[in-house]
């Protein structure tokens, strides 16, 4: 059975997609090593839900929703608990050796496993809350004791108590190690699967004695904590202060440090839209604007949880926010005018560096929040359309562990049942943002190279394992030109994380392989061969093939289309714009047995509908 476990936990390592280790350098500030100002939690072991995140309305409208809705967007399957099990065998006692800019997380000392676990843990606990399901929260219970009882992570450096050790970003391209950057990831990790234990789990059984160990493990973390001013780091760890005041019954405290963070929220935001020293942050801005979104507008419901209220003023803000990520996610280049700021972070004009894929590195819980704040607006139903391809990934939230995505999404439906997922209409607006005469250049990156066109598409599966799948389609090509295509057929790669989720047709990555030989402009050919591994086949030491990304890691398709011939890219591009019809062929459809052809066509078709449809 140990062995078993071993598997499967280094199988689920396998397929990490590290969402939290850009996090925790949001926002972060020297340690005094004498400082008095650390948290100070409760000694008493606490027996009732402490809920300092959701709205009274946004809760009832949840459970008045059926269960098996409920189930379908935030539940998990057997085998997640089963993979979790893996992790209590021998729990990590640190995490040791980030660098400043924390993309070395493979190589860190425990961050994976510890990142899997807590993302795992935070699934299940809503999971088993969700269904009210005793033997499950045993579970779930007692592998947060299995960490507790080890004193998991507990001997990671405490930067409270090491003072000027605690450096970051000593070197401009954030190589250089930083014992604050492991302080604060574990600080983040242990902070958010408390905010879960507290809302979903610390009822169930409350005279258990693990409770106790529980609570006094997080508060080990806790009490390392020096609240400040700053955004990042759940506002300077102000959330977690929230959580302990509102423990100790201390309401009065809760309400004015919710006063100051809206306050603090509404100097953030600037009046463009762009989140100050968030927008700025490089090749990264897009990916720390989403961050921010979602902190603004968590913060903001707290604050509602709590009686408060934000200003007219600053919706008006968020709602601009919003606009500028989508513009900002088909337009890497619209946010250059932030990016160019380089706050702590290195910058590349027209680059931005952020997965494509709504169930790896976003904090997912604003894109569900602001449907149900701004039900009528063309925003909100852009992002219904937007997210709908993504059925779990509501359930994941890398800031703040809970999966808020999920309810409010199950909230939303319930409060507002016309409002689903539905066509948008066509129209010159991109989120509610008019293309006009003073738009034409952003009209112009936004305006897609025109689909290939075709006759027919024919498509046979010709090759799968557990986790693997090829396809191979075969084109009749439309005579539009007097040339010959440069292809007439083409393989479709399909990956999946395991065989439940191959079976669901929840892919991992889907590639296009196309002969680079017609495609090459031959003068690139060196460029091309410094592409990244996944998007490029060399055989016999020669450049054999492309491999094109729909969906998931798509940035890697730019180092690859600059290497063709301009002939070469249109077609490439052509094709890649053609595949949500290619897809929608019910022959095409036939051939998949698992409907990733079908899901995914939905979800590039709903992309279209972003872009600006122009007369």
């Not at 990304?549 to 890649?576: A, I, Q, T």
Request: glycine share 4%; charged share 25%.
């Amino acid at each position: 059975m140990k062995f078993l476990l071993q598997i499967l936990l280094a199988f689920s390592l396998a397929f990490v997609c590290p969402s939290l280790v850009f996090a925790a350098n949001w926002n972060t500030k020297k340690v005094n090593k004498n400082s008095t100002n650390h948290l100070l939690p409760s000694t008493k072991t606490t027996k009732k839900t402490l809920n300092i995140f959701i709205p009274k309305d946004v809760l009832e409208a949840f459970n008045t929703a059926p269960e098996s809705i409920k189930i379908n967007r935030c539940g998990a399957n057997s085998l997640e608990y089963k993979i979790l099990s893996g992790f209590l065998i021998s729990p990590p006692k640190r995490v040791s050796g980030f660098n400043s800019r924390m993309d070395n997380v493979r190589s860190v000392e425990g961050a994976m496993v510890a990142e899997r676990y807590f993302e795992l843990l935070n699934i299940l606990m809503l999971d088993a809350w969700i269904r009210n399901d005793p033997e499950k929260k045993q579970i779930v219970l007692e592998a947060l004791h299995s960490w507790a009882s080890a004193g998991a992570l507990t001997e990671t450096s405490d930067c409270s108590k090491l003072g000027s050790k605690c450096t970051q970003w000593t070197r401009k391209d954030g190589q250089d190690n930083s014992l604050l950057m492991d302080h604060n990831y574990v600080l983040k990790m242990v902070s958010r699967a408390a905010y879960g234990y507290y809302l979903t789990l610390v009822e169930h059984q409350p005279n258990d004695p693990k409770h106790a160990v529980i609570q006094n493990w997080i508060n080990s973390f806790l009490i390392r904590m020096e609240p400040f001013k700053g955004f990042g780091l759940d506002f300077g760890w102000r959330i977690p202060s929230i959580l302990i005041d509102f423990q100790k019954g201390n309401l009065e405290t809760v309400t004015k440090t919710l006063e100051i963070l809206i306050s603090e929220l509404e100097e953030t935001v600037r009046d463009d839209g762009s989140f100050y020293k968030r927008t700025t942050r490089g090749n990264r801005a897009l990916w720390y604007h989403s961050q921010a979104m979602a902190e603004a507008l968590v913060v903001s419901e707290m604050a509602r949880n709590f009686g408060l209220e934000t200003s007219q003023e600053f919706r008006k803000k968020i709602q601009k926010a919003a606009d500028l990520f989508l513009r900002g996610w088909h337009d890497h280049g619209y946010m250059d005018q932030w990016a160019k700021e380089a706050v702590n972070s290195v910058y590349t004009p027209g680059e931005q560096d952020i997965d494509k894929s709504l169930d790896t590195s976003h904090s997912n819980s604003w894109l569900y929040i602001y449907p149900y704040l701004f039900p009528e607006t063309e925003t909100a139903k852009i992002l219904i359309n937007f997210v709908k391809n993504y059925p779990n990934s509501g359930r994941k939230e890398p800031l703040f562990g809970i999966g808020l995505g999920c309810i409010y999404s199950v909230a939303r439906d319930a409060r507002y049942p016309a409002k689903g997922v539905e066509a948008l209409p066509e129209s010159k607006f991109v989120s509610g943002i008019r293309l006009d005469e003073n738009h034409d250049t952003l009209t112009k990156k936004l305006l897609p190279v025109k689909p290939i066109e075709f006759i027919e598409a024919k498509s046979k599966l010709i090759f799968e394992t557990d986790t693997f799948v090829t396809f191979k389609i075969s084109l009749k090509r439309a005579k539009k030109s007097v040339s010959e295509p440069l292809f007439r057929d083409f393989r479709v790669l399909i990956d999946f994380d395991s065989r439940a989720r191959k079976q669901g047709g929840e892919f991992r990555q889907l590639r296009l392989l196309l002969p680079s030989e017609p495609l090459l402009d031959k003068e690139k050919l060196r460029d091309a061969l410094t592409c990244d591994e996944a998007s490029i086949r060399v055989k016999d030491n020669r450049l054999d093939q492309y491999w094109l990304f729909s969906g998931p890691h798509e940035d890697k398709n730019e180092c690859v289309l600059k290497s063709m011939s301009k002939v070469g890219r249109e077609e490439s591009e052509g094709l890649l714009n053609a595949l949500s019809k290619i897809f929608s062929e019910e022959t095409v459809k036939q051939s998949d047995p698992y409907g990733v052809f079908e899901k995914h066509s939905q979800f590039l078709i709903a992309r279209e509908k972003l872009r600006p449809v122009l007369n």
